[in-house]
């Protein structure tokens, strides 16, 4: 089985930037896909905003982020990250998302999301909140996008 784990960081409209920045850090190229973008405008004062995105190097780095909308809690510091595990098989992704539900609180119940085939969102017990994900090439979420919008 393989798993990929990845720290998804949390932004208040500053998600872009702070990709760019680690683009150039790292040396990757930074991935953004805008709540315009993905037709999922619920304050249009947000549209640019980003609701998924990621710095991948050639290296390994991975890192994702996304601005939390306004209408959603946040502070800088308290609920600045999630943890993203993203898998190769919807076996192995049902198997973890079955096992982090265990006395947790479902934030996104698993399913299809625009840019993945399987999503989910869980708060476990201990209160770190995981994104749990069927792996989408870059090409594959971009093909996914066109096909929802």
């Not at 990757?28 to 405008?41: L, W």
């Not at 991975?62 to 999630?82: C, H, I, K, S, T």
């Not at 943890?83 to 947790?104: F, H, K, M, P």
Request: net charge negative.
């Amino acid at each position: 089985m393989s798993i990929d784990v990845v720290i998804h960081l949390n932004f208040r409209g500053e998600a872009a930037a702070a990709l760019a920045f680690y683009g150039e850090v790292f040396g990757g190229d930074a991935t953004v896909v805008t709540y315009k973008d993905a037709g999922n405008v619920q304050d249009p004062s947000e549209a640019d905003h980003v609701m998924w995105g990621q710095v991948a190097t050639a290296g390994g780095f991975r890192v994702m982020a996304y601005d939390v909308p306004a209408r959603l809690p946040w502070d800088r510091g308290e609920n600045a990250f999630y943890v993203s595990l993203t898998a190769g098989t919807a076996e192995e992704v049902t198997t973890y998302w079955n096992n982090l539900c265990e006395g947790a609180s479902v934030v996104r119940a698993l399913g299809p999301a625009q840019w993945a085939p399987l999503h989910g969102m869980v708060t476990d017990r201990f209160g770190v909140t995981w994104i749990v994900e069927l792996a989408a090439t870059s090409n594959e979420a971009t093909a996914a996008l066109s096909d929802a919008v």
